[in-house]
């Protein structure tokens, strides 16, 4: 048995091996244990990865998780991002499904290949970050963080293009990719910090390029890309409140500049560090290679790892409001940057 695989896209530097999960979804909620522990999230989220996922987690409760959504039996970490909706011309709201049966997340572990063993630090107990920020409305060329935040326009059947926000004035045939670099330098020492992002920091070229330089930041963590595809083209742009651009994230943001993505480790102990020591996957990131050296066990039954949300409040389907009633702002800014994707990078 292989591990199911979106085979694609991202422009991959050589210099990396990777390998690719494709991550099924554990439940729709307002929770975050990371920004607001213990209590109700301001917005939804979908949420992937060890079943023991809830209101407050730690290290040691993710690894006793009864299940994980991701392909790989030792990964019961938690990989969360806002979930997305359309907004009908009358103020209502619906939720976007995943397309073509496709598992809606993929997420992506990347490092160095070639290097010596110790060279890539997996992440220790109870680390924790998050990547973006869900208030931005704007868009900041020059900053890293929000380089690391993307969006793919997907055309299965022609040319896809990339944009810096929620793609305006196009329809996207095949939906919507929403995708989303994490930190990869480390100050070494803290598993966490007040905004959950100060102890991380991008390399010295950006979201994927370039090395941990800066001596405050400098170890080499794996690097996380999370992808998820959401079915936008479901939706006809003709019945929107906002034709030229319909679809808000959870926190009511019309841009998309907003995106944002959490992440909590809940490997099994020396498991990452085993495969970021002495496992170089092929071409793709087919994790197989990693099984078949023993260093961790293919789980096939992540499709059936679902939890039921415990806040008791629809979060999917048609609302009034979105959960958590944001106001949705930032649909009146122009048009975003377009990129040509090149057919060699685009979704089988
Ligand atoms: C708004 O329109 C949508 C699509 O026709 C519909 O499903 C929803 O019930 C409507 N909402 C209200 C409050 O009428
Ligand atoms: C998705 O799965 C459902 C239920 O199994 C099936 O009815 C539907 O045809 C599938 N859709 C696509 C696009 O494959
Ligand atoms: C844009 O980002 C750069 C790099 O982080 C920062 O120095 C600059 O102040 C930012 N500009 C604005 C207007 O926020």
Same mark, same amino acid.
């Given at each position: 048995?292989?591990?199911?695989?979106?085979?694609?896209?991202? @422009?991959l530097?050589?210099?990396n091996a990777f390998f690719l999960?494709?991550?099924?979804?554990?439940?729709?909620?307002?929770?975050?244990?990371?920004?607001?522990?213990? @209590?109700?999230?301001?917005?939804?989220?979908?949420?992937?990865?060890?079943?023991?996922?809830?209101?407050?987690?730690?290290?040691?409760?993710?690894?006793?998780?009864?299940?994980?959504?991701?392909?790989?039996?030792?990964?019961?970490?938690?990989?969360?991002?806002?979930?997305?909706?359309?907004?009908?011309?009358?103020?209502?709201?619906?939720?976007?499904?995943?397309?073509?049966?496709?598992?809606?997340?993929?997420?992506y572990y990347l490092?160095?290949?070639?290097?010596?063993?110790?060279?890539?630090?997996?992440?220790?107990?109870?680390?924790?970050?998050?990547?973006?920020?869900?208030?931005?409305?704007?868009?900041?060329?020059?900053?890293?963080?929000?380089?690391?935040?993307?969006?793919?326009?997907?055309?299965?059947?022609?040319?896809?293009?990339?944009?810096?926000?929620?793609?305006?004035?196009?329809?996207?045939?095949?939906?919507?990719?929403?995708?989303?670099?994490?930190?990869?330098?480390?100050?070494?020492?803290?598993?966490?910090?007040?905004?959950?992002?100060?102890?991380?920091?991008?390399?010295?070229?950006?979201?994927?390029?370039?090395?941990?330089?800066?001596?405050?930041?400098?170890?080499?963590? $794996?690097?996380?890309?999370?992808?998820?595809?959401?079915?936008?083209?479901?939706?006809? @742009?003709?019945?929107?409140?906002?034709?030229?651009?319909?679809?808000?994230?959870?926190?009511?943001?019309?841009?998309?500049?907003?995106?944002?993505?959490?992440?909590?480790?809940?490997?099994?102990?020396?498991?990452?560090?085993?495969?970021?020591?002495?496992?170089?996957?092929?071409?793709?990131g087919?994790?197989?290679?990693?099984?078949?050296?023993?260093?961790?066990?293919?789980?096939?039954?992540?499709?059936?790892?679902?939890?039921?949300?415990?806040?008791?409040?629809?979060?999917?389907?048609?609302?009034?409001?979105?959960?958590?009633?944001?106001?949705?702002?930032?649909?009146?800014?122009?048009?975003?940057?377009?990129?040509?994707? $090149?057919?060699?990078?685009?979704?089988?």
């Open positions: 048995m292989t591990f199911s695989l979106i085979l694609l896209l991202t @422009a530097s050589s210099a999960m494709s991550v099924n979804t554990l439940v729709y909620e307002r929770r975050d244990p990371i920004v607001s522990p213990g @209590a109700i999230s301001s917005h939804t989220h979908i949420i992937t990865g060890g079943s023991d996922f809830g209101a407050t987690v730690t290290t040691a409760q993710l690894r006793q998780s009864r299940c994980t959504s991701t392909p790989i039996a030792q990964d019961k970490s938690n990989y969360w991002t806002e979930s997305m909706y359309f907004q009908w011309k009358n103020g209502s709201f619906t939720s976007s499904a995943n397309i073509l049966n496709l598992t809606t997340t993929s997420s490092y160095p290949s070639n290097v010596p063993a110790g060279t890539v630090t997996a992440f220790p107990d109870d680390f924790r970050m998050i990547s973006g920020d869900p208030t931005l409305r704007t868009y900041n060329a020059s900053s890293f963080a929000q380089q690391a935040i993307s969006f793919l326009c997907l055309d299965f059947n022609g040319a896809s293009t990339k944009h810096t926000g929620l793609p305006v004035g196009v329809s996207c045939p095949s939906g919507i990719r929403a995708q989303i670099n994490f930190p990869s330098c480390w100050d070494g020492k803290n598993v966490d910090s007040a905004n959950h992002k100060s102890h991380v920091a991008f390399p010295s070229g950006g979201p994927d390029s370039g090395s941990c330089s800066d001596p405050k930041f400098p170890v080499t963590l $794996p690097r996380i890309f999370i992808e998820v595809y959401w079915g936008t083209n479901n939706f006809n @742009a003709q019945e929107a409140m906002n034709p030229q651009q319909p679809f808000v994230l959870a926190q009511g943001d019309g841009t998309g500049y907003g995106h944002h993505a959490d992440y909590f480790n809940g490997w099994a102990p020396g498991v990452l560090q085993n495969v970021v020591d002495k496992c170089t996957c092929p071409q793709f087919d994790p197989t290679c990693c099984s078949q050296q023993g260093i961790f066990d293919y789980n096939s039954a992540g499709n059936q790892c679902t939890i039921n949300s415990d806040t008791s409040e629809q979060v999917l389907g048609t609302l009034d409001k979105l959960p958590g009633n944001n106001p949705v702002t930032g649909l009146s800014r122009g048009a975003s940057v377009t990129i040509r994707v $090149p057919r060699s990078l685009q979704p089988p």
